[in-house]
């Protein structure tokens, strides 16, 4: 079992900034890819961007491309999510999540992981 923690959201105006942060209990979470997904109130989940074991390999969803950057502290166990030029559409709840094997590189799609955590809020609003 991996547990995954979700912390960094809150209330930000539009044009601001927030880092997400992902903390894994995983002894050998450096092995693992971690995808961040969100979902906005009476939507479905969509995914955000994924970081694959090597830290260098990225994929983002084309909504957040140039604004958000994924990135990896294995040493620390956590994965974090930098959110610039946040826009009201970007609202939601904001999850972790990572597959059920180590080395295991998913898709977008949220039946690709297996693990997720509880989510933490971001809300874009002036």
């Known amino acids: 079992q991996v547990q995954l923690v979700e912390s960094g959201g809150g209330l930000v105006q539009p044009g601001g900034s927030l880092r997400l942060s992902c903390a894994a209990s995983e002894r050998f979470f450096s092995r693992y890819a971690v995808g961040w997904f969100r979902q906005a109130p009476g939507k479905e989940r969509d995914f955000v961007a994924r970081i694959s074991w090597t830290a260098g390999d990225t994929y983002y969803a084309d909504s957040v491309k140039g604004r958000f950057t994924i990135s990896r502290d294995d040493a620390k166990n956590t994965v974090y999510l930098q959110m610039n030029h946040l826009k009201p559409e970007d609202t939601g709840i904001y999850y972790c999540?990572?597959?059920?094997?180590?080395?295991?590189?998913?898709?977008?799609?949220?039946?690709?992981?297996?693990?997720w955590g509880r989510g933490t809020q971001v809300t874009v609003s002036s």
């Open positions: 999540a990572v597959p059920g094997g180590s080395y295991v590189c998913p898709g977008k799609g949220g039946n690709d992981y297996d693990y």
